[in-house]
Protein backbone atom coordinates (compact mmCIF):
# COMPACT_ATOMS: atom_id res chain seq x y z
CA UNK A 1 0.00 0.00 0.00
CA UNK A 2 2.67 2.60 0.84
CA UNK A 3 4.15 1.66 -2.42
CA UNK A 4 1.44 3.00 -4.31
CA UNK A 5 0.86 6.06 -2.38
CA UNK A 6 1.78 9.22 -4.13
CA UNK A 7 4.41 10.92 -2.31
CA UNK A 8 4.85 14.18 -2.36
CA UNK A 9 7.90 15.34 -2.55
CA UNK A 10 8.56 18.02 -5.17
CA UNK A 11 10.05 21.45 -4.38
CA UNK A 12 7.33 23.41 -5.71
CA UNK A 13 4.87 22.08 -3.19
CA UNK A 14 7.29 21.93 -0.17
CA UNK A 15 7.89 26.09 -0.92
CA UNK A 16 4.31 26.58 -1.73
CA UNK A 17 3.50 24.78 1.87
CA UNK A 18 6.41 26.69 3.77
CA UNK A 19 4.76 30.00 2.63
CA UNK A 20 1.59 29.01 3.17
CA UNK A 21 2.57 28.13 7.36
CA UNK A 22 4.85 31.44 7.36
CA UNK A 23 1.68 33.93 7.23
CA UNK A 24 -0.03 35.11 10.68
CA UNK A 25 -2.06 32.66 12.10
CA UNK A 26 -5.34 32.18 14.23
CA UNK A 27 -5.22 31.25 17.68
CA UNK A 28 -5.52 27.96 19.06
CA UNK A 29 -6.04 28.70 22.52
CA UNK A 30 -9.41 26.81 23.55
CA UNK A 31 -10.58 26.37 20.05
CA UNK A 32 -12.74 23.57 21.43
CA UNK A 33 -15.06 26.16 22.91
CA UNK A 34 -16.09 26.70 19.62
CA UNK A 35 -16.86 23.21 18.41
CA UNK A 36 -18.74 23.31 21.56
CA UNK A 37 -20.74 25.89 19.92
CA UNK A 38 -21.35 24.04 16.66
CA UNK A 39 -21.58 20.76 17.86
CA UNK A 40 -25.14 20.27 16.51
CA UNK A 41 -24.70 21.09 13.21
CA UNK A 42 -21.18 20.06 13.03
CA UNK A 43 -21.86 16.96 10.40
CA UNK A 44 -24.40 18.18 7.97
CA UNK A 45 -22.39 21.46 8.11
CA UNK A 46 -19.22 19.31 6.74
CA UNK A 47 -21.40 16.86 3.93
CA UNK A 48 -22.95 20.75 2.74
CA UNK A 49 -19.52 22.08 2.50
CA UNK A 50 -17.49 19.88 0.72
CA UNK A 51 -20.35 18.61 -1.15
CA UNK A 52 -20.09 15.60 0.60
CA UNK A 53 -16.47 15.12 -0.47
CA UNK A 54 -15.55 14.72 3.19
CA UNK A 55 -17.35 11.08 3.22
CA UNK A 56 -15.02 10.13 0.29
CA UNK A 57 -11.54 11.37 1.74
CA UNK A 58 -12.57 9.68 5.32
CA UNK A 59 -13.21 5.97 3.53
CA UNK A 60 -10.47 6.51 1.33
CA UNK A 61 -8.14 6.63 4.49
CA UNK A 62 -9.57 3.79 5.63
CA UNK A 63 -7.83 1.82 2.67
CA UNK A 64 -4.54 2.42 4.22
CA UNK A 65 -5.27 0.23 7.17
CA UNK A 66 -6.69 -2.52 4.56
CA UNK A 67 -3.87 -4.87 4.97
CA UNK A 68 -3.27 -4.77 9.08
CA UNK A 69 -6.15 -6.86 11.05
CA UNK A 70 -7.95 -6.55 14.44
CA UNK A 71 -6.65 -2.94 14.54
CA UNK A 72 -6.44 -1.11 17.58
CA UNK A 73 -7.80 2.21 16.81
CA UNK A 74 -6.48 5.98 18.76
CA UNK A 75 -8.30 8.44 16.93
CA UNK A 76 -7.45 12.12 18.11
CA UNK A 77 -9.51 15.40 17.78
CA UNK A 78 -12.29 12.75 16.96
CA UNK A 79 -15.35 15.14 17.07
CA UNK A 80 -18.48 13.19 16.46
CA UNK A 81 -16.16 9.92 15.53
CA UNK A 82 -17.06 10.17 12.43
CA UNK A 83 -13.47 9.11 11.22
CA UNK A 84 -13.77 6.05 13.33
CA UNK A 85 -17.25 5.15 11.71
CA UNK A 86 -15.64 5.75 8.25
CA UNK A 87 -12.73 3.63 9.21
CA UNK A 88 -15.17 0.84 10.05
CA UNK A 89 -17.46 1.84 6.79
CA UNK A 90 -14.50 2.17 4.41
CA UNK A 91 -13.79 -1.52 5.04
CA UNK A 92 -10.80 -1.45 7.57
CA UNK A 93 -10.74 -4.54 10.61
CA UNK A 94 -10.83 -2.62 13.36
CA UNK A 95 -11.57 -4.71 16.51
CA UNK A 96 -11.77 -1.20 19.03
CA UNK A 97 -11.38 2.73 18.89
CA UNK A 98 -11.00 5.28 21.34
CA UNK A 99 -11.67 8.55 20.60
CA UNK A 100 -10.50 11.78 22.30
CA UNK A 101 -11.30 15.55 22.18
CA UNK A 102 -11.68 18.39 23.81
CA UNK A 103 -15.20 19.41 23.23
CA UNK A 104 -17.49 17.85 25.42
CA UNK A 105 -20.91 18.79 22.65
CA UNK A 106 -19.05 17.02 20.18
CA UNK A 107 -18.30 13.90 22.25
CA UNK A 108 -22.16 13.82 23.11
CA UNK A 109 -22.70 13.65 19.87
CA UNK A 110 -20.41 10.56 19.10
CA UNK A 111 -21.79 8.84 21.67
CA UNK A 112 -25.50 8.70 20.34
CA UNK A 113 -23.97 8.18 16.91
CA UNK A 114 -22.05 4.93 18.34
CA UNK A 115 -25.16 3.69 20.52
CA UNK A 116 -27.22 3.87 17.59
CA UNK A 117 -24.45 1.75 15.33
CA UNK A 118 -24.87 -0.42 18.72
CA UNK A 119 -21.18 0.01 19.10
CA UNK A 120 -20.58 1.57 22.15
CA UNK A 121 -19.31 -1.74 23.50
CA UNK A 122 -16.47 -1.42 20.88
CA UNK A 123 -15.52 2.43 20.45
CA UNK A 124 -14.42 4.91 23.67
CA UNK A 125 -14.90 8.66 23.13
CA UNK A 126 -13.45 10.56 25.92
CA UNK A 127 -11.94 13.81 26.49
CA UNK A 128 -8.57 14.10 25.79
CA UNK A 129 -5.80 16.64 24.53
CA UNK A 130 -3.80 15.40 21.21
CA UNK A 131 -1.00 17.25 22.93
CA UNK A 132 -1.17 15.22 25.96
CA UNK A 133 -2.47 12.25 25.42
CA UNK A 134 -3.89 9.73 28.25
CA UNK A 135 -2.90 7.04 27.10
CA UNK A 136 -0.06 4.05 27.15
CA UNK A 137 2.60 4.14 25.13
CA UNK A 138 3.32 1.58 22.57
CA UNK A 139 -0.47 0.48 22.58
CA UNK A 140 -2.18 0.97 19.53
CA UNK A 141 -2.00 -0.69 15.64
CA UNK A 142 -2.94 2.76 14.38
CA UNK A 143 -3.51 6.39 15.51
CA UNK A 144 -5.48 8.85 13.27
CA UNK A 145 -6.65 12.62 13.27
CA UNK A 146 -9.18 14.11 10.39
CA UNK A 147 -9.31 17.80 10.02
CA UNK A 148 -8.15 18.38 13.28
CA UNK A 149 -3.74 18.56 13.48
CA UNK A 150 -4.03 22.02 11.99
CA UNK A 151 -6.01 23.11 15.23
CA UNK A 152 -4.17 21.71 17.95
CA UNK A 153 -1.62 24.39 20.09
CA UNK A 154 1.51 22.55 19.10
CA UNK A 155 1.54 20.22 16.22
CA UNK A 156 5.05 19.26 16.68
CA UNK A 157 4.25 17.62 20.33
CA UNK A 158 0.61 15.87 18.64
CA UNK A 159 2.68 13.88 16.50
CA UNK A 160 5.02 12.92 18.85
CA UNK A 161 2.38 11.60 21.33
CA UNK A 162 0.34 10.07 18.25
CA UNK A 163 4.32 8.57 17.77
CA UNK A 164 4.61 7.51 21.32
CA UNK A 165 0.99 5.64 21.28
CA UNK A 166 1.66 3.58 18.50
CA UNK A 167 3.24 -0.08 18.67
CA UNK A 168 6.29 -0.28 16.66
CA UNK A 169 5.32 -0.92 13.12
CA UNK A 170 2.18 1.17 13.65
CA UNK A 171 1.14 3.54 11.43
CA UNK A 172 -0.28 7.38 11.64
CA UNK A 173 -2.95 8.53 9.72
CA UNK A 174 -4.19 12.46 8.92
CA UNK A 175 -6.72 13.86 6.95
CA UNK A 176 -6.02 17.25 6.38
CA UNK A 177 -7.15 20.67 3.99
CA UNK A 178 -4.27 21.23 1.58
CA UNK A 179 -3.87 24.12 -0.64
CA UNK A 180 -4.12 23.13 -5.06
CA UNK A 181 -1.16 23.30 -6.40
CA UNK A 182 -2.49 24.61 -9.81
CA UNK A 183 -2.56 28.33 -9.83
CA UNK A 184 -6.51 28.92 -11.38
CA UNK A 185 -7.68 26.06 -8.82
CA UNK A 186 -6.00 27.72 -5.66
CA UNK A 187 -7.55 31.20 -6.89
CA UNK A 188 -11.06 29.66 -7.00
CA UNK A 189 -10.53 27.37 -3.89
CA UNK A 190 -9.27 30.32 -2.02
CA UNK A 191 -12.23 33.03 -2.81
CA UNK A 192 -14.55 29.73 -1.93
CA UNK A 193 -12.49 29.71 1.67
CA UNK A 194 -12.64 33.53 2.12
CA UNK A 195 -15.96 34.87 0.42
CA UNK A 196 -18.71 32.12 0.58
CA UNK A 197 -17.77 29.14 3.16
CA UNK A 198 -17.92 31.85 5.77
CA UNK A 199 -21.26 33.14 4.75
CA UNK A 200 -23.13 29.41 4.90
CA UNK A 201 -21.56 27.97 7.23
CA UNK A 202 -21.49 31.11 9.61
CA UNK A 203 -25.45 31.31 8.96
CA UNK A 204 -26.61 27.93 9.24
CA UNK A 205 -23.90 27.39 11.84
CA UNK A 206 -25.15 30.63 14.22
CA UNK A 207 -21.20 31.42 14.39
CA UNK A 208 -19.49 33.25 11.76
CA UNK A 209 -16.38 33.30 12.96
CA UNK A 210 -15.42 29.46 13.14
CA UNK A 211 -15.90 29.21 9.48
CA UNK A 212 -13.49 32.56 9.55
CA UNK A 213 -11.06 30.52 11.84
CA UNK A 214 -11.29 27.52 9.38
CA UNK A 215 -10.42 29.23 6.11
CA UNK A 216 -7.49 31.36 7.73
CA UNK A 217 -6.28 28.11 9.32
CA UNK A 218 -6.16 26.40 6.08
CA UNK A 219 -4.36 28.82 4.72
CA UNK A 220 -1.80 29.13 6.81
CA UNK A 221 -1.23 25.51 7.59
CA UNK A 222 1.87 23.51 5.81
CA UNK A 223 0.86 21.00 3.47
CA UNK A 224 2.80 18.26 1.05
CA UNK A 225 6.46 17.57 1.83
CA UNK A 226 6.43 20.97 4.33
CA UNK A 227 4.04 18.69 6.81
CA UNK A 228 5.56 14.80 5.69
CA UNK A 229 8.98 16.97 6.95
CA UNK A 230 7.12 17.47 10.38
CA UNK A 231 5.96 14.32 10.75
CA UNK A 232 9.84 12.87 10.03
CA UNK A 233 11.33 15.17 12.21
CA UNK A 234 8.83 13.43 15.10
CA UNK A 235 10.33 10.34 14.31
CA UNK A 236 8.40 8.26 11.69
CA UNK A 237 9.10 6.80 8.54
CA UNK A 238 7.88 5.46 5.06
CA UNK A 239 6.24 9.12 5.42
CA UNK A 240 4.27 9.84 2.40
CA UNK A 241 1.66 12.48 1.27
CA UNK A 242 -1.60 11.48 -0.98
CA UNK A 243 -3.52 14.66 -2.44
CA UNK A 244 -7.45 14.60 -2.64
CA UNK A 245 -9.76 15.99 -5.01
CA UNK A 246 -7.60 18.60 -7.13
CA UNK A 247 -5.52 19.08 -3.75
CA UNK A 248 -8.64 20.41 -1.47
CA UNK A 249 -7.38 17.48 1.09
CA UNK A 250 -4.42 15.35 1.73
CA UNK A 251 -3.75 11.92 3.54
CA UNK A 252 -0.36 11.80 5.58
CA UNK A 253 0.93 8.40 6.34
CA UNK A 254 3.59 7.70 8.50
CA UNK A 255 5.41 4.57 10.38
CA UNK A 256 6.62 4.22 13.80
CA UNK A 257 9.78 2.70 13.27
CA UNK A 258 11.23 -0.75 14.98
CA UNK A 259 8.45 -3.23 13.44
Not at 91 to 106: C, L
Not at 190 to 209: A, C, E, K, N, Q
Request: glycine share 8%; charged share 25%.
Amino acid sequence: MVAEMTNSNNTAESEAGSTAAAQDEPSRDAVWEMFDKIAPRYDMLNRLLSLRRDVAWRKRMATFLQNRSAVRLLDLATGTGDQILHFMDGGADIASAVGMDMSEQMLAVGRKKMTKRGLQDKVELSCGDAVEVPVDSDAFDATSISFGIRNVVDVSRALGEMRRALKPGGCALILEFSMPENSTLRSVYTFYLRHILPIVGGLISGDMYAYRYLNKTIETFPYGDAFCELMRDAGFENTSATPLTFGVASIYYGEKPGA
